[in-house]
């Protein structure tokens, strides 16, 4: 009779434990650190390049210096001297131009592209293209193809005039076309930004009020006052602040097509800046309080637009 065989039994292994899961407040934890480590080096390039720099300029503007030697304290002489500078209000007074004829074209221009835009049916994706090529070319070729333009001899703009009839024009050259001038390369320049910003607005209207307004009998110039404007008023307003803002800066356009003249015509509070640190020996201390002068200029404009702002939400 034969025997079972006992086979020997293999010596289990011992079974591993699941990992322990994360608690939650670990996770919130990991989540949080992670978070706060983007955020912290935001905060720590937006403080080097954009708060370091305004600081630094306060500083600068009650000190004499050629940030060589050591800087020398001088209170509110630099302040003193720039208002007392004879270039100082027909500075302002060509910013303030500026800034009012660049809202004029500039602002209003691009909303009405817009909205001509919106309502087309074809090519309307070619059109955007089209409109916002010059904001994609760098501001140096777009004022040097405009210096070619204003040219008094062969330039496009007087060749134009002489087809037409009319007499050519001394376009960079005289008092009363210059600044003009330097306004139209400006809006060309930008316009195409402020276009898709208004197209990306009024797509986000409901189609039903348009219908309900063509429904009364309302025209296309009705709905835009009576439906686009009141439902777009958040953004005017935002770009509103943002031209007034950026066409108080303005620097290029008279330092590439102008210099500041014909006799200070297009000297502008940015431009007198830079002639205060670069021109008229290092005076870096008067650029920078005439910088502190427009930087207060430009918050009060913004504390201006954040009120309106905060009146239209309500």
């Given at each position: 009779m034969d025997t079972p065989t006992v086979q020997a039994k293999r010596p289990s292994k011992?079974?591993?434990?699941?990992?322990?899961?994360?608690?939650?407040?670990?996770?919130?934890?990991?989540?949080?650190?992670?978070?706060?480590?983007?955020?912290?080096?935001?905060?720590?390039?937006?403080?080097?390049?954009?708060?370091?720099?305004?600081?630094?300029?306060?500083?600068?503007?009650?000190?004499?210096?050629?940030?060589?030697?050591?800087?020398?304290?001088?209170?509110?002489?630099?302040?003193?001297?720039?208002?007392?500078?004879?270039?100082?209000?027909?500075?302002w007074k060509n910013t303030f131009a500026f800034t009012f004829l660049a809202l004029l074209c500039g602002y209003v221009i691009p909303f009405v592209v817009a909205v001509v835009l919106n309502e087309l049916r074809h090519a309307r994706g070619y059109l955007r293209f089209v409109v916002y090529l010059p904001v994609m070319l760098p501001p140096i070729v777009s004022v040097l193809l405009f210096r070619w333009f204003y040219d008094p001899g062969p330039g496009l703009f007087n060749q134009m005039l002489d087809f037409v009839g009319l007499p050519g024009l001394s376009w960079l050259d005289s008092?009363?076309?210059?600044?003009?001038?330097?306004?139209?390369?400006?809006?060309?320049?930008?316009?195409?930004?402020?276009?898709?910003?208004?197209?990306?607005?009024?797509?986000?209207?409901?189609?039903?009020?348009?219908?309900?307004?063509?429904?009364?009998?309302a025209g296309i110039l009705r709905r835009v006052w009576n439906v686009t404007v009141p439902q777009t008023r958040l953004i005017l307003l935002l770009m509103?602040?943002?031209?007034?803002?950026?066409?108080?800066?303005?620097?290029?356009?008279?330092?590439?097509?102008?210099?500041?003249?014909?006799?200070?015509?297009?000297?502008?509070?940015?431009?007198?800046?830079?002639?205060?640190?670069?021109?008229?020996?290092?005076?870096?201390?008067?650029?920078?309080?005439?910088?502190?002068?427009?930087?207060i200029v430009l918050l009060a404009v913004a504390a201006v637009q954040l009120r309106l702002t905060r009146d239209e939400k309500r």
């Amino acid at each position: 009779m034969d025997t079972p065989t006992v086979q020997a039994k293999r010596p289990s292994k011992p079974q591993r434990r699941p990992p322990a899961r994360p608690t939650r407040q670990r996770r919130t934890l990991r989540t949080n650190i992670t978070a706060y480590g983007f955020l912290c080096a935001a905060l720590f390039c937006f403080a080097l390049f954009a708060w370091w720099p305004i600081i630094r300029q306060v500083v600068l503007s009650f000190q004499e210096t050629n940030l060589v030697d050591e800087p020398k304290w001088v209170g509110l002489d630099n302040f003193r001297s720039v208002v007392e500078d004879p270039a100082f209000g027909q500075a302002w007074k060509n910013t303030f131009a500026f800034t009012f004829l660049a809202l004029l074209c500039g602002y209003v221009i691009p909303f009405v592209v817009a909205v001509v835009l919106n309502e087309l049916r074809h090519a309307r994706g070619y059109l955007r293209f089209v409109v916002y090529l010059p904001v994609m070319l760098p501001p140096i070729v777009s004022v040097l193809l405009f210096r070619w333009f204003y040219d008094p001899g062969p330039g496009l703009f007087n060749q134009m005039l002489d087809f037409v009839g009319l007499p050519g024009l001394s376009w960079l050259d005289s008092t009363d076309t210059a600044l003009i001038s330097l306004v139209i390369v400006s809006t060309w320049m930008n316009m195409g930004s402020g276009v898709l910003i208004y197209l990306a607005a009024l797509q986000s209207i409901p189609g039903d009020l348009y219908e309900a307004a063509e429904l009364d009998g309302a025209g296309i110039l009705r709905r835009v006052w009576n439906v686009t404007v009141p439902q777009t008023r958040l953004i005017l307003l935002l770009m509103l602040m943002l031209q007034v803002v950026a066409t108080m800066q303005v620097f290029i356009e008279p330092y590439m097509l102008t210099g500041g003249g014909p006799e200070n015509a297009t000297v502008t509070v940015a431009f007198l800046m830079y002639q205060y640190a670069f021109v008229y020996g290092g005076n870096y201390g008067a650029g920078s309080a005439l910088g502190v002068m427009l930087m207060i200029v430009l918050l009060a404009v913004a504390a201006v637009q954040l009120r309106l702002t905060r009146d239209e939400k309500r």
